[in-house]
């Protein structure tokens, strides 16, 4: 009897749930890639058409063009997390020390510059024409806006000189103010060689710039069974595909696979947008892309489209209960209020302004904050990609050469990579264990950064139980 791994079909948003990105980009779409109808086969099966799904075919066919590679979408590509995020693209830089946990300190550094090495990447795409995704490297600036978040970034820089790199540049608070139009944050960082993108944009001519390429591409297609073997079978509602090898790239919804739901967590990210108001931004000093971040646990991060909206997001850190993912991670009100209440503290001239979409993005994270690769236990041939901890737009294209190597077993800087089938990765507690601890840390760090933003000291209980937050990397940590 072979194996089968059951998978949880994402819940697709309606149009009028979908993120600004994708609702704003819908006339974009030139091709509709059909359902999968009928029996197929594949050396490749990709499940997941968002960025880990498209780079990785990608890659796969630079390295062997001879391959058939096929992208299984259960919606449109980038419908999920690919399509809802914050459209903020800077280098691994900032988390060294993460990588280097992981990884060693040889390593790190090279993916931290196999990231910075793939914005230069996104921007060749972008000039030579082949895939527009309003690209501006104008900057990311990782800031403070409290005295608890003050030197958030010390360390990075630190391990940034030791290597003898130096990506970021210190900002005083003048410069923060004439950048942002904002004077909630007042000391910081900024990595020149970073900024903004629209991931619409990114996702529909990514999809296009793929299919070019040679991958073939079914939309519409949930792929609700994976039969181990040689080859693998994945069912869908109206056909099948015979694969060599299989790749699950569906960020949040791998967590369907017992497996790989003891090694990750899923929360939530609020994201707001504006009217356009390009005037009044103009008027503040905020006349450029970029992408703004602060340092507190529940982060908010900021960017100024060109058509002179406000995107403005904060890692609500809503937990969900197994995998158990539905139509509330696609949008729900219940954190709207909350994130509009920051947008007026950081921009309170703006306070009059109308907020013309609201939405919500899962992520898929691992307690090392680094992601995981490799094979589902005792199948060779069945490869996952987790743990991007809502950090992709550089990091996925870099990681994506890793992913490849793997796949096709290349003995290369790559295909070495300590991301692959990390022995020292935490398992997590079993529900519910994890949620009713979930829901408890999320409660403090709500009451932590509330007080921390007025520059008061949280209270002994909510700093203990804030410090039970997944961090370490190794089962005695």
């Known amino acids: 009897m072979s194996t089968e791994f059951h998978l ?128 501006r490297l104008d900057g990311w600036l990782w800031t403070a806006s409290s005295t608890a978040q003050e030197g958030a970034w010390q360390e990075a820089l630190n391990l940034c000189a030791a290597n003898g790199v130096s990506p970021y540049r210190v900002l005083d608070a003048e410069e923060i103010r004439q950048r942002t139009g904002s004077d909630a944050s007042y000391q910081g960082v900024v990595e020149d060689r970073a900024g903004s993108l629209h991931p619409g944009k990114l996702m529909r001519n990514l999809k296009m710039h793929a299919l070019r390429k040679g991958v073939t591409i079914y939309e519409n297609t949930p792929v609700t069974t994976i039969a181990a073997g040689r080859p693998a079978t994945l069912t869908t509602p109206g056909g099948s595909l015979s694969a ?29 947008a504006t009217e356009p108001i390009p005037d009044r931004l103009d008027e503040l000093g905020w006349k450029s892309g970029e992408a703004v971040c602060d340092a507190q ?77 490799g094979n589902l236990k005792g199948q060779d041939n069945l490869f996952y990609a987790i743990g991007w901890n809502g950090t992709g737009l550089a990091q996925i294209p870099a990681c994506s050469r890793i992913i490849a190597s793997m796949i096709l077993k290349t003995d290369d800087v790559w295909g070495r990579s300590k991301l692959i089938n990390q022995q020292q990765a935490k398992s997590l507690p079993p529900e519910p264990v994890r949620f009713l ?19 008061r000291r949280p209270d002994l209980m909510t700093r203990a139980l804030v410090a039970l937050m997944p961090k370490g990397t190794s089962e005695h940590d």
Not at 248 to 272: C, F, G, H
Not at 343 to 361: A, Q
Not at 442 to 454: D, H
């Open 297 to 373: 646990n529940q982060v908010l991060y900021y960017q100024r489209t060109p058509d002179g909206r406000v995107i403005f997001g904060r890692g609500s850190g809503g937990t969900i209960f197994g995998d158990r993912l539905g139509a509330t991670q696609n949008r729900h009100p219940r954190w709207v209020a909350d994130s509009v209440a920051e947008f007026r503290r950081v921009y309170p001239t703006l306070s009059d302004v109308r907020i013309d979409y609201d939405w919500l993005g899962a992520i898929d994270c691992v307690p090392a904050h680094v992601p995981i690769f």
């Open 244 to 272: 060599g090898n299989v790749l699950l790239a569906t960020n949040a919804w791998a967590s369907s696979v017992p497996e790989l739901r003891q090694k990750m967590y899923v929360v939530d990210s609020q994201v707001i």
């Open 437 to 455: 601890g979930a829901h408890m840390v999320r409660a403090a760090l709500v009451r932590k950064n509330a007080l921390e933003i007025r520059n």
């Open 8 to 135: 949880r079909p994402p819940v697709l948003p309606g149009r009028q749930d979908e993120s600004y990105w994708l609702q704003s980009t819908a006339g974009l779409e030139t091709k509709q890639c059909p359902a999968l109808a009928g029996s197929a086969t594949a050396d490749l099966a990709i499940v997941g058409g968002g960025l880990t799904g498209l780079w990785t075919a990608l890659r796969v066919l630079e390295k062997d063009p001879s391959l058939n590679v096929v992208v299984l979408e259960a919606g449109t590509c980038g419908a999920g997390a690919s399509g809802r995020n914050g459209g903020q693209v800077h280098s691994w830089f900032e988390s060294l020390d993460r990588l280097a946990a992981v990884t060693d300190a040889d390593e790190a550094l090279r993916l931290a510059q196999a990231s910075a090495d793939a914005i230069n990447e996104l921007e060749a795409l972008q000039d030579s024409g082949e895939v527009d995704m309003d690209l």
